[in-house]
């Protein structure tokens, strides 16, 4: 628990709790927003295409927005951070943020196997999905909507719930 309080008195967490400027919590909230926007948007079309729920979007020309996805998933880990920082006590051991990272971990972790895969294949639309392509989109999907709803959950609860 120190180190939690510990986290909450950098100067980081101190700046996107307590700043008066728009470059404190509202900037970091924002990013954060555009950067789940990029994340599950992109990934959200691929599961849905993997999953089978889109079959008519080609695969191989999605390969080309993994670094898209990319810079979005670092954009929600700074801003992430700097969020966690700010409430540390209450928002770490809150059951919503740790379904949340765990979600976030394997959906990213799915997203990986997805690039490193499927889609090294330059021919990936012609040939037939292999059934573990398909239960990686559906679950990229649900972990997403898990992710998400988890998310938005933390700031409802943290009042709530003790820190331990």
Same mark, same amino acid.
């Given at each position: 628990?120190?180190?939690? !309080?510990? =986290?909450?008195?950098?100067?980081?967490?101190?700046?996107?709790?307590? *700043?008066?400027?728009? =470059?404190?919590? $509202?900037?970091?909230?924002?990013?954060?927003?555009? *950067?789940?926007? /990029?994340?599950?948007?992109?990934?959200?079309? @691929?599961?849905?295409?993997?999953?089978?729920?889109?079959?008519?979007?080609?695969?191989?020309?999605?390969?080309? !927005?993994?670094?898209?996805?990319?810079? *979005?998933?670092?954009?929600? =880990?700074?801003?992430?951070?700097? !969020?966690? @920082?700010?409430?540390?006590?209450?928002?770490?051991?809150?059951?919503?943020? +740790?379904?949340? %990272?765990?979600?976030?971990?394997?959906?990213?972790? /799915? =997203?990986?196997? +997805?690039?490193?895969? %499927?889609?090294?294949?330059?021919?990936?639309?012609?040939? $037939? !999905?292999?059934? @573990?392509?398909?239960?990686?989109?559906?679950?990229?999907?649900?972990?997403? @909507?898990?992710?998400?709803?988890?998310?938005?959950? %933390? *700031?409802?609860?943290?009042?709530?719930?003790?820190?331990?």
């Amino acid at each position: 628990m120190s180190f939690l !309080l510990w =986290l909450e008195s950098t100067s980081i967490g101190t700046f996107v709790r307590e *700043g008066q400027s728009l =470059l404190a919590y $509202p900037t970091f909230i924002v990013v954060h927003t555009i *950067g789940l926007s /990029i994340v599950v948007g992109i990934s959200g079309a @691929m599961g849905a295409r993997l999953a089978g729920l889109a079959p008519t979007i080609p695969l191989a020309p999605l390969k080309k !927005l993994f670094p898209i996805i990319w810079f *979005g998933f670092v954009l929600n =880990l700074i801003s992430g951070s700097g !969020l966690a @920082m700010a409430s540390a006590a209450k928002t770490v051991p809150n059951p919503f943020f +740790l379904t949340k %990272i765990f979600a976030v971990i394997v959906a990213v972790t /799915i =997203l990986r196997v +997805l690039q490193v895969r %499927i889609f090294r294949d330059p021919d990936v639309d012609n040939k $037939p !999905l292999a059934p @573990m392509g398909r239960m990686l989109g559906i679950s990229l999907l649900a972990l997403w @909507m898990i992710a998400t709803i988890a998310g938005r959950l %933390i *700031g409802y609860s943290v009042d709530l719930i003790s820190p331990i």
